[in-house]
């Protein structure tokens, strides 16, 4: 192989390292505009005022319908790693009974917390059945009057009668 051939071969090898090594980075949730979201003043903001300036929340309490929250997550994938959160932003603004802004809580990445999720099943109603039950299960349940006989046509019982 001639030096000029190494050459590119090896800055070409180089550039797809470079590129492999550059993270991916993608926003989720809320984008805040030009005004952050601290600017919220309580007693003075209503929920019109707050929805003129800042859109509609990325979610509303559930039990609490007087509390909106804006979320913002960025998060960062390198090659073919799972992709990790390098930044979240919180904002809760609560409401009272008016419609007046009362609070304004900021949480970031830092004082999130682990949610341990219950991977368990949800039991359903009745007995388990074993195989055995679930194949022989309806023996012996079908009435003897509807085996067999004149009255029935051919296709089931929810058909015509013979007169």
Do not use: K
């Amino acid at each position: 192989m001639s030096p000029r051939r190494i050459a590119v071969i090896g800055v070409a090898a180089a550039a797809i390292a470079a590129t492999a090594c550059t993270p991916i980075v993608r926003r989720h949730g809320y984008v805040p505009e030009s005004e952050p979201l601290s600017a919220i003043t309580p007693e003075e903001d209503t929920r019109t005022t707050v929805l003129a300036r800042y859109g509609n929340p990325s979610t509303r309490g559930v039990f609490e319908e007087d509390t909106w929250y804006y979320v913002t997550d960025v998060r960062e994938q390198l090659g073919y790693f799972q992709p990790q959160s390098s930044a979240r932003s919180v904002v809760v603004v609560r409401f009272n009974d008016d419609g007046v802004v009362s609070a304004v809580e900021s949480y970031d990445l830092e004082s999130a917390r682990e949610v341990a999720f219950n991977d368990r099943e949800t039991p359903t109603r009745g007995r388990e059945l074993s195989i055995i039950e679930q194949l022989l299960g309806n023996v012996g349940r079908t009435p003897i009057d509807r085996i067999g006989g004149q009255d029935n046509l051919p296709g089931g019982a929810g058909g015509p009668r013979r007169e």
